[in-house]
């Protein structure tokens, strides 16, 4: 999933001061939880106690997109404010409020979230992880499922550096080494054939910009 | 600030005792407790009660023949003197004693056993009920009594709702005995549950991460489902939806909603709105409430969503209080703990807009009598602390 977290509430209000008539955007993609209709119903009473204190009135609408990353759920969704509200305050991930700037060109859009990574949820530690640093060429199949683009703090193909120590990387002792996880994986799997595979760089071109799917 | 918030902290003292000289040692209290307070000690001929394993479900109390459990809450004289109190202003003969937790809402109940006028008595687990009770009405001229008890498998103290059963049974063969006709007492069961809008749910899992109890199950295809069996209706899952697609009987999002700016309205400043467990505090039965507090009884403080707390700030409240069950006493699967992470979460939010001191948050248990008390007037205090920084 994508996982985002809220942006502060003084830098929203910032943004959305210009403004009196917004429309609060919600996703019900990829986020756990998704920032849907809830989220979306609690910002607005969040900014209206606030404008209350600062002394300044907003007018809220509230509505959630199936999925805000795309041009015609979300086409569809926004359509109907249009005409009532001055700017959209998406509750999306970076990808949605550019498909709202993109299908609505003279209609405002400012993010309520900031997005961190494409994560794992680890829903019993109450914890995402970056899972997938997007990079269009996926070796996982060679590295025991886990990925030493996103896993390891360097980014290696080809690993380990001999810098962790006790299972921890050098440059943050809080993170476990990725390529330990790779060889402790590939042993379980009786796979450590693998691990002396060597892997070329990368064709980050392959990551691209546009996919026709 | 009112009286409540006036009064020095209570002392400690238990809400249940054994009292020594009356003790038969017949351990027909030890054998109800439904979470082994009481043993015997056969060694100096005693029974003990261990006061930090009781959950004041009030069952022991209700079933002493010796009379020797004292008990603070909804003692038998209480009971009797406040339904004496009470019966004028209902003009019915009909009594209808319920168990909180199946019932928060007297009207339905009504429904349930097809009465229009009825004297209501609510108490968490109406296991703590005695014959003596039930007796003392019919005596005092009260034609009918029905008890809402929740179903058994679903009482929270386990062994409430089964005895209330047996006691029902054995009282109506005696009552008809008597000449009161062959059904004095109607004993009826339910459980409140979640509710389901499949319409609205946008199958994101929140409820399947959550649930205690694996209730909920989200499949490819056919969506979401609940094992309604399952559901022990803590309201954790309601009160995290992302799509309001799920509702809880009885305290259902409107209903709650609809009550915030009622009670608000009602009271006097500085308001206080509480959101309480139910199983965390046992008010008096004809306790005078203080004017600046306002309470709304929830089956779980896992049923606080942020969307009421902010409810209540929006509609003048001076600061919202989640008064939960310490994590020990949790009467839920641990729901207690993660509440106390979503208040916490909503606090956060407050606090970036300078409103963080509004939120309270605190453990109780009906153990000690007053401790509700304490922390309210406690977080009067920060909440004028707070007012006077700000102002300086």
């Known amino acids: ?213 | 600030m009112g009286a409540i918030l006036s009064q020095p902290a209570a002392e400690a003292k238990a809400a249940v005792n054994i009292n020594e000289d009356y003790c038969s040692r017949c351990s027909i209290c030890a054998s109800l407790c439904p979470y082994d307070a009481i043993t015997q000690d056969h060694d100096n001929n005693i029974m003990i009660l261990d006061i930090e394993k009781c959950q004041v479900c009030g069952i022991c109390y209700s079933a002493c023949p010796a009379k020797a459990i004292d008990t603070i809450y909804y003692s038998c004289g209480s009971v009797l003197s406040y339904l004496e109190k009470i019966r004028p202003q209902y003009k019915s003969d009909t009594l209808v004693i319920m168990c909180k937790g199946s019932a928060p809402d007297f009207s339905e109940v009504g429904r349930l056993f097809g009465v229009k006028k009825f004297i209501p008595l609510a108490v968490p687990c109406v296991g703590r009920i005695s014959e003596e009770v039930l007796l003392g009405v019919t005596a005092a001229g009260v034609k009918k009594i029905n008890i809402l008890a929740c179903d058994e498998d679903y009482c929270r103290f386990h062994r409430g709702s089964p005895l209330t059963g047996r006691r029902v049974i054995a009282l109506n063969r005696m009552l008809e005995q008597l000449g009161y006709g062959p059904e004095a007492i109607t004993l009826k069961r339910n459980s409140l549950k979640v509710t389901v809008d499949k319409d609205l749910c946008i199958a994101c899992g929140t409820c399947v991460a959550y649930c205690p109890y694996d209730a909920p199950k989200l499949e490819s295809v056919g969506g979401i489902s609940f094992d309604l069996d399952a559901c022990r209706g803590c309201g954790l899952c309601v009160a995290l939806c992302p799509a309001f697609a799920l509702d809880l009987e009885n305290w259902e999002r409107a209903r709650i909603s609809d009550l915030i700016p009622k009670l608000l309205a009602e009271m006097k400043p500085p308001k206080i709105l509480v959101f309480r467990c139910q199983w965390a505090d046992y008010p008096p039965l004809n306790g005078d409430m203080s004017p600046n507090i306002g309470t709304i009884e929830l089956p779980c403080a896992g049923r606080v969503e942020a969307i009421h707390v902010l409810e209540a700030l929006q509609n003048g409240a001076d600061g919202v209080m989640v008064v939960a069950c310490s994590e020990d006493d949790c009467k839920q699967e641990g729901v207690s703990a993660k509440s106390e992470k979503v208040v916490a979460r909503i606090k956060e939010k407050l606090a970036q807009i300078g409103l963080g001191d509004k939120l309270g948050f605190s453990a109780v248990s009906p153990r000690y009598p007053g401790q509700v008390e304490a922390a309210v007037r406690q977080f009067c205090q920060s909440l004028e602390g707070a007012k006077k920084g700000a102002a300086e």
């Not at chain 1, 917004?22 to 979306?40: K, N, S």
């Not at chain 1, 609408?61 to 509200?85: E, F, H, M, N, R």
């Not at chain 1, 309520?112 to 996926?138: K, L, T, V, W, Y």
């Open chain 1, 1 to 213: 999933m994508i996982v985002t977290t809220l942006k502060p509430l003084d830098e929203i209000l910032e943004s959305i001061s210009p403004y009196r008539r917004i429309l609060i955007a919600g996703c019900d993609g990829c986020t756990q939880p998704p920032r849907g209709i809830r989220e979306a119903k609690t910002l607005k009473q969040l900014l209206e106690l606030a404008g209350q204190l600062k002394g300044q009135e907003f007018e809220f609408k509230v509505t959630s997109v199936v999925k805000q990353c795309d041009s015609v759920l979300t086409t569809s969704a926004i359509k109907p404010y249009v005409a009532d509200v001055e700017a959209v305050l998406s509750l999306a991930c970076g990808a949605g409020p550019q498909t709202v700037a993109e299908f609505f060109p003279d209609l405002p859009v400012i993010p309520a979230q900031n997005s961190h990574f494409i994560g794992i949820d680890n829903r019993q530690e109450d914890q995402m992880f970056d899972g997938c640093s997007a990079c269009g060429d996926c070796i996982l199949a060679l590295t025991g499922g886990i990925c030493p683009v996103t896993r390891c703090s360097k980014g290696l193909l080809n690993g380990a550096c001999g810098g962790a120590s006790n299972g921890k990387c050098e440059l943050d002792p809080e993170r476990d080494c990725g390529w330990e996880l790779i060889y402790e994986r590939l042993k379980r799997l009786g796979r450590l054939d693998l691990i002396k595979k060597f892997t070329p760089a990368k064709d980050y071109s392959a990551k691209g910009w546009r996919v026709t799917p």
